[in-house]
C-alpha cells in the first residue's frame, strides 16, 4: 500500500500534541496546580466554570481537600489564586481530550477509505489503548494526593510521566516506520547501543518523575558534590532504613540516583558517537547521532543549572522539555540503526 502523507502528518501531529500536553503538565507540578481539580468527569468538566458563582462552588470543594486544608489556607490563598491553579490543571486536561477527538477521528475515517494497511492498524490500536491507560494514570496520580497528603505519589507522578513519554516515542516510531518503508540493514553493534542508552535514559526519566515528585531538587544545591563536599552525602543512609527505600523514597537518595545516572547517559551517547566513527553511515543515521551529542550535552548543562538555582520555573521547565528533545533524537537513532 501507497504511505499516504495524511497518515504521516496525522501521527506527527499527535506527537506535537503529546509534546504541548506533557510540557503544560511540567507547568501544572511546577505551580503545584495538579491537586485544583478534585474530581475527573469525561463531559462535566471540559470547561472551566462559566460564572463567578460556579468558581466560588468550586473553590469551596477545593477547600475541603488537604491541600488547601494543610498549605494553602496557611498563605492567604485566595479565588483568584485559585483561579489560576485551576487553569494549568483544565488546560492540562482539556489538551488531553483533543488529543483523544485528533486520534480518534482521523482514524476512523482513515480505517473506512482504507488509507491503512493491516500493521498499521495494529500499532495505532496499540496507541489507542495506549491514550486510554494514560487519561487513567493520570487520575490515579491525583486520587492519590486527594486523601490524606497535599501531594501525589511521587511514584504515580513517574509512571504517568514516563508513560506520556513512552506513549510519545511509540507515536514517533509508527510515523517513522511511514516515512522510512525502505530500511537499509541494521548496523547491530550500534543499535545494541543505543539500545541500552534508551533504557538509560528512560531511568533517568523516571527518576527525574521521582524528583519532581519529592521536590528533591530543592535540596544539595551544589555541583559536582552534594551539599558539604559530598559525593554520597550522608543524609542519604540516615532518610530511610535501607538504601533501597533510600534510593526510591529519601529525597537525597531519589537526587543522588538522578544526578549520578546523568553521567551515565552522557557517557553511553558519547560511547555511541565514538563507535559509529567506525561505520560508513548514511545521511539520517549520522544526524542522529551527532543531535543526540548535542542534546545531551545540552540537557546536561540544563540539569545543573537547574540544581543550582534552585528549580525556578523556567529552569525547570527547560529541564523537562529537553528530555523530550533528547528521547525524540533517541527514538530517531534507534529507528535509522533498525531494520
Given amino acids: ?22 510540557t503544560v503538565g511540567g507547568i501544572t507540578r511546577l505551580t503545584n496546580s495538579g491537586l485544583s481539580m478534585t474530581d475527573w468527569h469525561l463531559i462535566n468538566d471540559t470547561f472551566p466554570p462559566m460564572s463567578e458563582e460556579k468558581w466560588v462552588e468550586a473553590f469551596e470543594e477545593y477547600k475541603k481537600f488537604p491541600e488547601y486544608q494543610k498549605v494553602n489556607q496557611y ?40 488509507q ?24 490515579f496520580m491525583v486520587a492519590s494526593g486527594l486523601k490524606d497528603m497535599p501531594d501525589v505519589s511521587h511514584f504515580r507522578l513517574a509512571i504517568h510521566l514516563t508513560f506520556a ?3 510519545f516515542a511509540y507515536t514517533l516510531w509508527v510515523a517513522l516506520d511511514l516515512i522510512y518503508p525502505e530500511r537499509k540493514l541494521p548496523v547491530l553493534e550500534l543499535r545494541k547501543i543505543a539500545r541500552i542508552a534508551l533504557v ?13 515528585g519529592l521536590n528533591a531538587g530543592l535540596i544539595h544545591n551544589h555541583w559536582p558534590l552534594m551539599s558539604d ?53 548514511d545521511k539520517t543515521q549520522d544526524n542522529g547521532v551527532k543531535t543526540l551529542l548535542v ?33 525524540t533524537a533517541m527514538t530517531f537513532t534507534l529507528h535509522r540503526f533498525t531494520k
Fill in 295 to 327: 542534546f545531551v550535552f545540552i540537557q546536561f548543562l540544563l540539569g545543573i543549572f537547574t540544581l543550582l538555582f534552585h528549580v525556578p520555573l523556567w529552569l525547570g521547565l527547560a529541564h523537562q522539555i529537553m528530555a523530550f528533545f533528547l528521547l
Fill in 75 to 114: 498563605k492567604d490563598f485566595k479565588l483568584d489564586d485559585y483561579k489560576f491553579i485551576f487553569f494549568w490543571e483544565w488546560f492540562h486536561r482539556f489538551i488531553g481530550r483533543i488529543i483523544g477527538v485528533v486520534f480518534i477521528i482521523p482514524f476512523v475515517y482513515f480505517l473506512i477509505k482504507k
Fill in 229 to 281: 563536599g559530598q559525593f554520597f552525602h550522608e543524609s542519604i543512609q540516615l532518610e530511610q532504613s535501607n538504601l533501597l527505600l533510600a534510593f526510591t523514597e529519601g529525597k537525597s537518595g531519589v537526587q543522588f540516583i538522578h544526578r549520578t545516572f546523568a553521567y551515565l547517559v552522557v557517557g553511553m551517547i558519547i560511547f555511541l558517537f565514538i563507535k559509529s566513527r567506525k561505520f560508513v553511515l
Fill in 200 to 212: 538509560i535514559l528512560i531511568i533517568q526519566i523516571i527518576y527525574g518523575g521521582f524528583v519532581a
Fill in 165 to 167: 513519554f513512552i506513549t
Fill in 1 to 22: 500500500m501507497k504511505t499516504n502523507k495524511s497518515v504521516i502528518y496525522w501521527l506527527l501531529s499527535g506527537c506535537v500534541l503529546l509534546f504541548i500536553m506533557v
Fill in 116 to 139: 491503512l494497511d493491516k500493521e498499521t492498524i495494529k500499532k495505532c490500536f496499540i496507541l489507542l489503548g495506549m491514550g486510554a491507560f494514560q487519561g487513567f494514570l493520570g487520575w
